[in-house]
């Protein structure tokens, strides 16, 4: 399978192979590797051989990624706040809205890029919404500790 993902105007910014692992009755459950060289986010660094296992919703406005170093050691989610996925035999899809939320692996949120998302003016107004929902949405299953987050510790 190919996850593409694009941004708000429907651009292609990166596209990656993923092998499907579970079909759900609202999205699917994807396994990729990290291909690229590292990359130090501050908060946390991704690195050759870092397992995602990545899912994506076509009915909900983010998708979340749970990560795990080569050594199999949680090193936690990272969620983009995204439109729902157009999801087929082939590819996923995806609208990424500029919104992320990384978890540690003791399940405290870091919300990012809230300047940027505030600050660009090529969103629409259904974009906007949605993202801010679907923050919501996404804070609200992080404290319920439902899938994908009931590994918190």
């Known amino acids: 399978m190919i996850v593409i993902k694009l941004n708000p105007q429907g651009e292609e910014k990166i596209r990656y192979p993923a092998k499907v692992s579970v079909r759900l009755e609202n999205g699917v459950v994807l396994e990729a590797y990290w291909q690229q060289q590292s990359k130090d986010l501050g908060y946390t660094t991704f690195e050759p051989g870092d397992h995602f296992t990545e899912y994506f919703y076509d009915d909900r406005w983010f998708n979340i990624f749970a990560i795990a170093s080569a050594d199999g050691q949680r090193k936690g989610w990272y969620c983009n706040i995204a439109a ?17 939320v990384w978890v540690a692996p003791d399940g405290q949120p870091l919300i990012l890029d809230e300047d940027e998302f505030a600050a660009d003016l090529t969103l629409t107004i259904e974009q906007r919404r949605g993202a801010l929902q679907g923050l919501q949405d996404l804070l609200a299953l992080l404290v319920a500790r439902r899938e994908p987050f009931t590994e918190l510790r």
């Open 84 to 100: 729902p996925a157009q999801i087929d035999a082939e590819r996923v899809a995806q609208i990424d809205l500029l919104l992320d």
